[in-house]
């Protein structure tokens, strides 16, 4: 039984819809989970469905569990009535506060039989999230203890509910792998990646790229995977295009209680702002200054709702990012707002060979905007491909320019691609948009794709004749090939 269809891919990222039975809705994903607080609602429930047309959100039930006034109400009226929220209503089991505190008071069957009790859509054991950096035998130990909880929650009897299978592991990629693998085969229904808000409060988006790319390796397609905690819109298109396909945020609004603004770049301060640089109701509306004169209390409120819109803004484009096949170049948009960013990306792109197996064949247009452009799965998977050709002369010539009959076949040669059969040159990935003015990474990657042709063809004798390409990428070419400038006479 699958509650998750995949509707188009994009890299690794995934458009898709997860049915929720006992909610009787189907959320589509990529999307957000807003933190609801079942204490503290900086927005209401109600209007996050009705003005940024929330689908889902998340609330604690540990909270609930534990509160002396929310309790019995809780469980007499049921979650949705007590939030006022129609959607999917998911809930976490405590393991934060364990984090925090260091321990809970509820097993995993009390707590996922609450959470049934008070009319979770989604449920959570309790899990162990073992932080970044820790000494291997914790994280090995942790990970044995939250296999064991997630053993015991498949064997509950939950009726409806789906069941979350949190993946831990720490920052051993091995073990996150593993624990992915496990995870999957629980036959639990969603994946949350645990224990990573460390990492994103420490701007480490290259080591959240290798976590959740061991993570992936090990659930392969099952799904949903829900990056746990992940709510600055900043770095949706990087975790989507890694395979993730939920998030789930207390951002908009603790953020908004700091008078800190969201954006898709960043997070700036009210206080530094002279101008709102958003097109939202809030900021359409306001100026900064008016929002500084403001009580507490308004100004939190306008404030988390600008997050919010942000927040959802970001996600539609992700998805249609998905749709229209141009995620990787959104993600490279995303790269440029920190340098952290940056590095997540490049991080990323040591993946490509994961990515290449769900990237789907063909897109509209490829646009090749940065040095690291040349790293895309697109350019790995032609090379990779450059096998399938067959090549039935002796002497083949290689070039950015035209054919000449002095060679039994002439290839085309196109920076980053590399080499290919000229019928292919007006097939996707070779119609890729691609600068004049282009960085040596490109050159380089078009050397390792020559390379690459000429190792599958020993007997063959290569005359490469580039357009001026530069000694770094040359040196790339195997030295039996015969180089020859397109601009240099004969
Ligand atoms: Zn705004």
Redesign the pocket.
């Known amino acids: 039984m699958t509650n998750f269809e995949v509707r188009a891919y994009d890299a690794a990222g995934r458009l898709g819809e997860l049915d929720v039975p006992r909610a009787g809705v189907t959320v589509e994903t990529p999307t957000i989970l807003p933190v609801v607080n079942p204490h503290v609602q900086t927005v209401d429930p109600s209007a996050l469905e009705s003005e940024f047309g929330a689908e889902i959100l998340i609330t604690n039930s540990y909270i609930l569990h534990g509160s002396e006034d929310l309790r019995e109400p809780a469980l007499e009226r049921g979650l949705h009535d007590l939030l006022d929220f129609d959607g999917a209503i998911m809930t976490d089991s405590g393991s934060f506060q364990l984090a925090e505190y260091g321990e809970i008071s509820v097993t995993t069957e009390e707590i996922l039989q609450f959470q049934h009790d008070i009319g979770s859509d989604i449920g959570t054991p309790v899990d162990i999230p073992t932080p970044p950096d820790v000494d291997r035998s914790q994280a090995e130990d942790e990970l044995a203890t939250t296999q064991e909880r997630l053993e015991i929650a498949a064997g509950v009897d939950t009726g409806e509910m789906l069941v979350t299978a949190p993946v831990q592991g720490s920052t051993y990629p091995d073990l996150r792998e593993q624990a992915g693998a496990h995870a999957k085969a629980t036959g639990l229904d969603v994946f949350p990646l645990g224990a990573v808000v460390p990492l994103m409060n420490e701007y480490r988006y290259a080591d959240l790229a290798n976590v959740v790319s061991a993570c992936k390796r090990g659930l392969g397609e099952a799904g949903p995977v829900h990056l746990f905690g992940a709510g600055h819109p900043m770095m949706f298109a990087m975790a989507a295009a890694l395979g993730c396909d939920l998030f789930d945020s207390a951002a908009y609004a603790l953020y908004a209680r700091d008078d800190r603004y969201l954006t898709v770049r960043g997070t700036e301060l009210l206080d530094d702002l002279d101008y709102?640089p958003?097109?939202?109701p809030?900021?359409t509306d306001h100026t900064p200054s008016e929002l500084r004169t403001m009580g507490e209390d308004a100004r939190e409120d306008l404030l988390a709702r600008?997050n919010l819109?942000?927040t959802y803004g970001e996600i539609r484009r992700v998805r249609q990012a998905i749709r229209g096949g141009n995620l990787l170049e959104l993600v490279e948009v995303r790269a440029r707002g920190h340098p952290a960013m940056t590095d997540g990306y490049r991080a990323l792109l040591d993946h490509a060979e994961q990515l290449e197996r769900t990237d789907r064949v063909s897109k509209d247009a490829f646009f090749h905007t940065s040095a690291e452009s040349a790293r895309r799965p697109e350019i790995l998977r032609h090379q990779s491909r450059l096998d399938r050709f067959e090549i039935t002369g002796d002497t083949v010539l290689l070039t950015e320019g035209g054919s000449n009959d002095r060679y039994d076949e002439t290839w085309g040669v196109r920076p980053p691609f590399g080499p290919y059969p000229r019928e292919l040159g007006d097939t996707y990935p070779l119609t890729a948009e691609v600068p004049d003015r282009l960085h040596r990474d490109a050159y380089e990657a078009a050397a390792d794709g020559v390379a690459r042709l000429v190792d599958c063809h020993p007997d063959v004798a290569f005359t490469l004749v580039h357009d001026d390409w530069p000694a770094s990428a040359l040196d790339r070419v195997p030295e039996t090939v015969d180089l020859r400038d397109l601009h240099a006479r004969e």
Request: net charge negative.
């Open positions: 709102f958003c097109e939202c809030v900021c600008h819109y942000v």
